[in-house]
């Protein structure tokens, strides 16, 4: 059980374009999820906290009107990166929080994102 | 602010060889610890985590990692490592439940037969 899945898991778009990432939590409800951002060789980052029916809080530096989250149900958030560039390419990884279980986080297979 | 070091980046052992990855965090408060591994195209998975009590905890897989709050460590060890525990281990800790997690920058193991 606790299976979170991603998608798309990988996608490729042009410089100017918006692009939507899918986080789900299959087999439980989660009122938080967590958007992480890998650079090659390097840690996750943590992006955004975000909260089912409120507005995400933003890590410092994560420009929200860049990559908008919405938390619209139990099971699935989005993350939407607008007018995506060449820098935006990464790995985008949700983790989501049981209801209940607030000890573990489930995480994603992740998004590799490769903007043109 | 937390942050997570882990020390070694790139480690090569041979198989049936010892194991022992460095981890250190910084914040001074209550702190819940954890290792994840990320096998080869696959999602990250809990190996093993400390909130409390016994500070050797026992993980998945053979793992085990030693919480020494006056180094503020939390060393992640295996006696014995296998082609199969190549992966990326990634070390991080967060204040408290809920919160999310401050990750390491993670360390490459590769296992040679």
């Known amino acids: 059980g606790a299976v979170v899945s991603q998608h798309p898991s990988r996608v490729i778009c042009k410089s100017g374009t918006s692009v939507k990432i899918e986080c789900r939590s299959l087999d439980f409800q989660a009122t938080t999820m967590f958007w992480y951002r890998q650079f090659p060789k390097k840690s996750l980052m943590l992006m955004a906290t975000?909260?089912?029916?409120?507005?995400?809080?933003?890590e410092q530096g994560v420009e929200k009107d860049k990559f908008l989250i919405n938390h619209a149900s139990l099971t699935l958030s989005t993350l939407t990166v607008t007018s995506a560039h060449p820098e935006d390419s990464s790995f985008y990884i949700c983790?989501?929080?049981?209801?209940?279980?607030?000890?573990?986080?489930?995480f994603g297979p992740g998004t590799r994102l490769t903007v043109l | 602010a937390q942050s997570v070091s882990q020390h070694n980046h790139h480690v090569i052992l041979s198989e049936a060889a010892s194991l022992e990855l460095g981890c250190n965090y910084s914040?001074?408060?209550?702190?819940?610890l954890f290792w994840y591994v990320q096998y080869p195209g696959q999602h990250l998975q809990l190996l093993l985590k400390y909130f409390s009590g016994d500070p050797l905890v026992k993980g998945i897989k053979g793992f085990e990692a030693e919480f020494i709050k006056s180094k503020f460590s939390f060393n992640l060890r295996k006696p014995s490592v296998q082609w199969s525990d190549t992966a990326e281990y990634f070390c991080a800790s967060r204040k408290n439940s809920g919160y999310a997690l401050n990750f390491g920058k993670g360390t490459s193991l590769l296992v040679t037969p």
């Open positions: 983790s989501a929080v049981r209801i209940g279980y607030t000890d573990t986080q489930y």
């Open positions: 975000s909260n089912e029916g409120s507005k995400a809080t933003y």
């Open positions: 914040y001074g408060g209550t702190v819940n």
